[in-house]
């Protein structure tokens, strides 16, 4: 009995000391945090990029990493390695440095790049609190507010920090991490510097640090991102906006022919009637169970955005981001509210976005979207109409496409998926969140081409976390996890194979 009751206390004791040991290494992680949020990282401005690859340079090198800026067209990526043994596997990081721009105006601090740290209150307002309650016992709920905070500094910081309790021999892979500097301008250089550089980024395993955790908070796993491309639809009418009493009923009205043509693309639950525009796609009993198993509340979805029923183009949220979409993501004809007129209008406009899987080809897509049109009896253009091209057919669009971002996924039962998810469960003793793939775009997927390699997300941060708008923030709970988190990835052995 006695052992019993000591081995009780020995395992609380221990508890307790990797509690205090966390506990510790966050504090220091929130103090490079800070550090880094003061550095501005807008990626259009190469001296603020500069100085971040200077300052991360140096923090990789202080862990034992050698570091090397890769050149690309534009702002230089880093590039930090640090090769274990050549017996085993390779994992490549990627992160990003760079964030977007801020509009101090709209931000509750004097400045987006000066950190401060909050807490809610009683209200659930967030006040802020001095930075050197850091010194004392740490609330996981506090939160650290700053441009890039949560996208994409914080993992970071959390994957050098992961490294500095361990020692070699607990690593079981080698580590390359590769920080690029215009994520927030489509990486449009990535791919390139990639295929410069195949055998410094070589690597059998690809994670992508970057997005936040399941609404939830639980560990999660993403295994791809829908690609997007746009295109801008224009349909005509008279030359100039004319006199409503004098031509209403007589000149086409284009704001109604836009209408009626947009809404001839969907069913009235919001499903593309396209033909052929779903072609492709099977989810089998399998796939469905892992989308079901996604614990999204539907009454939390509704709540949050404030309708009564979503659209049916799956059965659940899940589901529907396994299909591209056809999204009206701006329309423009004419005037409204003060500055209405009583004209008929010259022109109206839709920009709209096709979300991609990777069943869907962009151009195969557009291809529908513009039969489909054409099929009304529209002469599509790629510029305005002539005054010849106007009398001599009835109805004239332009539809001018933007190019696209491709989507990627990877199988749940890859090799790189089984060792993340028994890392995952490993460490934090339950499953994670699996999910198939998620709703917005990474451009990733030349990227992941180009190197080859399979390639999972492994978001870090929480949901709620404001990226790109003001008033981005980071729970502090949320770094602790990311530790834990690069730590089990980083401790358990990956079979390649």
Known sequence: MRLYILAIVCFFINVSLQGQELEKETRKAVVELRELLSIPNNGLNAKDIQNNIDYLSKAFAKRGFKTQEIETLSNP?????WIISDDKPTVLFYMHLDGQPVDKSKWDQADPYTAVLKRQNDNEEWETINWTNIAGEINPDWRIFGRSASDDKMPIVALLHSIDNLNKGQIKCNIKV??????????????????????????????????????????????????????HLSVYGPVKPQHSGHYGNYAPNPAFRLAQLLASMKDEDGRVIIDGYYDGIDLDDNTKAILAAVPDSPDNIHNLLQINQPELVGTNYQESLQYPSLNIRGLKSAWVGAQARTIVPDIATAAIDIRLVPESDPDRLIALVRNHIESKGYLILDREPTKEERLNNPRIATMIARGASLPFRTDLDAPISNWLKGAIKSNFKKDPILIRIMGGTVPMAPFIKALNVPAVIVPMVNADNNQHSPNENVRIGYITNAMKTFRAILTTPFDKR
Do not use: Q, W, Y
């Open 77 to 81: 990526l880093l590039f930090a390695e």
């Open 178 to 231: 590769i920080l690029d500097s215009e994520e927030e301008m489509g990486s449009v250089n990535l791919a390139a510097a990639v295929k410069n550089n195949l055998d410094v980024l070589s690597a059998d395993a690809l994670i992508i640090n970057d997005g936040p955790v399941h609404i939830s908070g639980e560990p999660t796993l993403v295994f791809g991102c829908r690609g997007i491309t746009t295109f």
